[in-house]
């Protein structure tokens, strides 16, 4: 009977083979970028065994075709009944209409080139163009949830809430105790949480919603070998005539009330008008995919006809993209937004690691005498992604590009202007999670006066941040130049 020696030898023996077949699993079995495929191979073999098991963590992604296959068709298998149905709520779907609109957002606008945004949006990503909106920007978390929890306190009908983290503190329970409350006075009320958002968070702060008759759903539950995949949309849908949009989850660091990040500067929309329907669109196709023994039925209840508002028309479409997509759809749209640009390119972000298309558009704007942006955290919540961002900055700054540090905080924007007319808005950070593996969600709005409003918030954060000069960039220190050129490495994981 072999000894502990003999099977330690035997072991050690083995592993070069057991890593080879390892690193065939990687680059067989799995449709990924060159850059990822690379990443993954190096964690493999600088880290044996334990390397491959983080790939089958957060990097494998084989199953993720099987899993959502069958939610894309069944988003589709809706959008098609919701067709049929013809609701008066939703005339803004059809595609003759979409495209009298963007016909006449094109006389009216005298800039042709953004009309293939428009039809990019609606084609790939079903961003059905409506005008008959009203928009109101919610910059810091006071403004925000005080208007939210004012819209919740004179909901009628509905309310149908989606975060990708909800924390158990006071603002939690707060919102929980106001939806309870709605919930007992007859109005449906749906709360849906991500999995691994609020992995090993007690639901009990939930009680008094479920108590009361509200629902909650939780989208993928934690697993052990998904890290990936998560619901990073932060919607909210009242009555189907308000929704929210934007970077802001539930917590009190949203608030500003966490030492560790002091002030909080993010950014969420409000809408009323039709919009708030795609987003309820988007909100009903993830419950539907969480609980389908208890769907909700597409019907004039939650897509009510909204009468316009004076002066409502701000012009805007929604976009979802994640594993239920045909298409890598925000992505597109920023990326086709960068690549029109003809004055200005500002971009908030607190994660900043993208690909090499995006980066090097990036570049070539700015070289093209574009006035290109980019403000990140200087104090982040992940050490790593800080690296990996100021990686990226670098390579920019030769080119042109203007960088800066907020300084004031941590900034958890994520918004992306061109010229004084379109702006992004949404969940989506500039990174590769965001734009290949998470489930996300944008506002794209054509607006020049909200685009105005947007480029007046960009440059009061201007205010409060640090540049980043190409002189102390090429300065910095040895160290931080080796943090930076591993966390590079590691930036298609990130």
Not at 6 to 20: D, K, Y
Not at 386 to 394: A, F
Request: proline letters at 4%.
């Amino acid at each position: 009977m072999p000894n502990f020696s003999q099977i330690l030898s035997f072991l050690m023996q083995i592993l070069p083979f057991i890593n080879i077949l390892f690193a065939a699993t990687v680059i067989f079995t799995e449709r990924r970028s060159p850059a990822a495929t690379w990443a993954w191979l190096m964690v493999i073999f600088l880290v044996p065994y334990f390397g491959f098991l983080l790939y089958m963590l957060i990097g494998m992604e084989s199953r993720k075709y099987r899993i959502f296959a069958a939610k894309y068709r069944q988003n589709q298998e809706m959008l098609q009944e919701i067709n049929a149905k013809r609701l008066e709520g939703l005339a803004f779907m059809h595609l003759p209409n979409a495209q009298k609109h963007i016909a006449d957002f094109e006389a009216s606008t005298r800039v042709m080139h953004i009309s293939d945004l428009l039809y990019l949006n609606h084609a790939s990503g079903g961003g059905y163009f409506t005008k008959n909106n009203q928009m109101d920007i919610l910059a810091d978390g006071q403004t925000k949830f005080a208007r939210l929890f004012e819209d919740i306190e004179n909901a009628e009908s509905f309310i149908h809430m989606q975060y990708y983290i909800y924390r158990n503190d006071d603002l939690g329970r707060e919102i929980v105790a106001a939806l309870a409350k709605k919930a007992t006075e007859g109005v449906e009320v749906r709360l849906l949480i991500d999995g691994m958002g609020n992995f090993g968070m007690s639901k009990r702060i939930f009680r008094p919603l479920i108590e009361a008759g509200g629902q909650l759903g939780i989208f993928l539950r934690p697993h052990f070998f998904r890290a990936n995949f998560q619901n990073h949309r932060k919607i909210c849908v009242i009555d189907g005539k308000v929704g929210y949009i934007g970077g802001f989850n539930i917590g009190d660091e949203y608030m500003g009330k966490v030492p560790r990040f002091g002030a909080w500067r993010d950014l969420h929309i409000r809408i009323y008008g039709d919009a708030a329907k795609e987003l309820g669109l988007h909100f009903i196709m993830d419950w539907n995919f969480v609980d389908p023994h208890h769907k909700i039925e597409a019907s004039e209840r939650y897509f009510p006809l909204t009468l316009p508002r004076e002066e409502q028309e701000c012009l805007m479409q929604i976009v979802s993209g994640g594993p239920d997509t045909k298409w890598p759809n925000i992505y597109n749209g920023l990326s086709k937004m960068i690549s029109e640009a003809n004055q200005r390119i500002y971009i908030q972000t607190p994660y900043f690691a993208p690909d090499d298309n995006i980066f090097e558009s990036l570049k070539i704007a700015a070289l093209s005498g574009i006035d290109v942006r980019i403000i990140i955290p200087a104090n982040p919540d992940h050490p790593f992604v800080k690296w990996c961002s100021l990686s990226y900055l670098g390579g920019l700054l030769t080119a042109g590009v203007k960088c800066y540090q907020y300084t004031e905080g941590f900034i958890h924007s994520k918004m992306l202007i061109i010229d004084d007319i379109v702006t992004s808005v949404g969940t989506t950070n500039m990174d590769m999670r965001s734009f290949k593996l998470n489930f996300e969600i944008n506002a794209f709005i054509y607006d020049r006066d909200m685009t105005k409003c947007f480029l007046e918030q960009f440059d009061k954060d201007l205010e409060d941040s640090a540049e980043i000069t190409l002189e102390a960039y090429e300065n910095r220190s040895w160290w931080q130049k080796i943090k930076e050129a591993f966390s590079r490495l590691l930036s298609p994981l990130l």
